[in-house]
Antibody, heavy 118, light 109 residues
Framework: EVQLVESGGGLVQPGGSLRLSCAAS????????MHWVRQAPGKGLVWVSH????????QYADSVKGRFTISRDNAKNTLYLQMNSLRAEDMAVYYC???????????WGQGTLVIVSS | QSALTQPPSASGSPGQSVTISCTGT?????????VSWYQQHPGKAPKLMIY???KRPSGVPDRFSGSKSGNTASLTVSGLQAEDEADYYC?????????FGTGTKVTVL
């Protein structure tokens, strides 16, 4: 059974940093593109970043480029999102998602909430 | 990376059909047959309902169908049921990135 479990969310001050993790199981993690998608409270889904299975290709939304870094440890079946210089507008539930179908996301984690506030 | 445009709301009575549009550009929806649709109930993670414009994952009822014409994709839910009441989002590959729609709240009257 495919499982994605995010962790690492919490309260952080503006300008601070946080690292999110997504533990994957039930599939060949190293072969699969993975994504981060976020959802601000009461708002819609926004694509944040993706990474190829071997880590050789990454992309970011313009809103996070230069501040967020996606990475993965295939030995640990874990996806990461390092978030620096956090802003109030980064406050959201962050989901990791598997790109098991072309151009789409077939499995999602339960999400982890990031609160940016002083 | 502008969001795809969806109507804020749609509704129908049980047994009726509802269609949700998703309008993008020639750089995303119009350029690739990689449009997907997601259902999200309150407090839950999104669920994939349609991928590659028309394909349904295993377990998704055939009441859900997708189509595309030019820069606009559509999701049709036929035979509406109470459990179909949820938020629906489209998404498209955009040449190296992905973009989501603004979301549509479907109400079953």
């Amino acid at each position: 059974e495919v499982q994605l479990v995010e962790s690492g969310g919490g309260l952080v001050q503006p300008g601070g940093s946080l690292r999110l993790s997504c533990a994957a199981s039930g599939f060949t993690f190293s072969s699969t593109w993975m994504h981060w998608v976020r959802q601000a409270p009461g708002k819609g889904l926004v694509w944040v970043s993706h990474i190829k299975g071997d880590g050789s290709n990454t992309q970011y939304a313009d809103s996070v480029k230069g501040r967020f870094t996606i990475s993965r440890d295939n030995a640990k079946n874990t996806l990461y999102l390092q978030m620096n210089s956090l802003r109030a507008e980064d406050m959201a539930v962050y989901y990791c998602a598997r790109a098991g179908v072309v151009g789409g996301f077939d499995y999602w984690g339960q999400g982890t909430l990031v609160i940016v506030s002083s | 990376q502008s969001a795809l445009t969806q109507p804020p709301s749609a509704s129908g009575s049980p047994g009726q059909s509802v269609t949700i549009s998703c309008t993008g550009t020639s750089s995303d929806v119009g350029a690739y047959n990689y449009v997907s649709w997601y259902q999200q109930h309150p407090g839950k993670a999104p669920k994939l309902m349609i991928y590659e414009v028309t394909k349904r994952p295993s377990g998704v009822p055939d009441r859900f169908s997708g189509s595309k014409s030019g820069n606009t994709a559509s999701l049709t839910v036929s035979g509406l049921q109470a459990e179909d009441e949820a938020d629906y989002y489209c998404s498209s590959y955009a040449g190296g990135t992905n973009v989501f729609g603004t979301g549509t709240k479907v109400t079953v009257l």
